[in-house]
Structures are given as structure tokens and as C-alpha cells.
């Protein structure tokens, strides 16, 4: 059973940074054939896709409100997709999760609570 756990969420002041990890367990594949991806979402929003890489690590994307401050990298060996976050802003403040994806399965993690705040 394929299981996502985050961490490195916490309280940082507007302009600090985080570093968050997304570790996996009971994968089925090679991590290097899963999509990693982050999402946040705020509530009464809906979720926001924040960023994501392709399988074999092929490509990232982000989106327009993270571009240039966030920056999401894996490390197939370590079966982790992390999202580094710099330059944080009040409206960052979100419960940020992963998902992996591999054909028709997506995978889940808990959740992380970021929270930008002076």
C-alpha cells in the first residue's frame, strides 16, 4: 500500500522560506514513474495545483503565482519530491499536499500546514 508522508511545513515570516519533503513508501514502481506534483489549498478555496514534475523527471511546471519562488525537484533514490518555497507571501498560507501519480492511480499525502504570518 503506497503511502505519502509530508513534512517541513511550519509558521515563517513574509520573505522567509520553507523547504517542504513528500517521502514514500510501498510503491509498486520505480518512483522515476510517477508524476510528483504539490498542491495547497486554503479553506472555502478550492485546490490549487502548485507544482508538478513529470515521470522520469522529464519536465516541471508551476503555477503563475509560485513561478520564480517556488521550486520543486525529486530524488528518485530517496523515493521524495520536495518543494522548496522562497520569498513566501502572506496569501502562501495554505495545507499544502502531494500526489504521485502512475497510470490511472493517484496517491495522496495528509497534508502540511504553511503559515505566513509577521
Known amino acids: 500500500q503506497v503511502q505519502l508522508v509530508e513534512s517541513g511545513g511550519g509558521l515563517v515570516q513574509p520573505g522567509g522560506s520553507l523547504r517542504l519533503s513528500c517521502a514514500a513508501s510501498?510503491?509498486?514502481?520505480?518512483?522515476?514513474?510517477?508524476?510528483m506534483s504539490w498542491y495547497r489549498q486554503v479553506p472555502g478555496k478550492e485546490r490549487e495545483l502548485v507544482a508538478v514534475?513529470?515521470?522520469?523527471?522529464?519536465?516541471?511546471n508551476y503555477a503563475s503565482s509560485v513561478k520564480g519562488r517556488f521550486t520543486i525537484s525529486r530524488d528518485n533514490a530517496k523515493n521524495t519530491v520536495y518543494l522548496q518555497m522562497n520569498s513566501l507571501k502572506l496569501e502562501d498560507t495554505a495545507v499544502y499536499s502531494c500526489?504521485?501519480?502512475?497510470?490511472?492511480?493517484?496517491?495522496w499525502g495528509q497534508g502540511t500546514q504553511v503559515t505566513v504570518s509577521s
Open positions: 500526489k504521485w501519480s502512475h497510470g490511472r492511480y493517484d496517491y
Open positions: 510501498g510503491l509498486t514502481s520505480e518512483s522515476y514513474v510517477y508524476a
Open positions: 514534475t513529470s515521470s522520469f523527471g522529464g519536465s516541471t
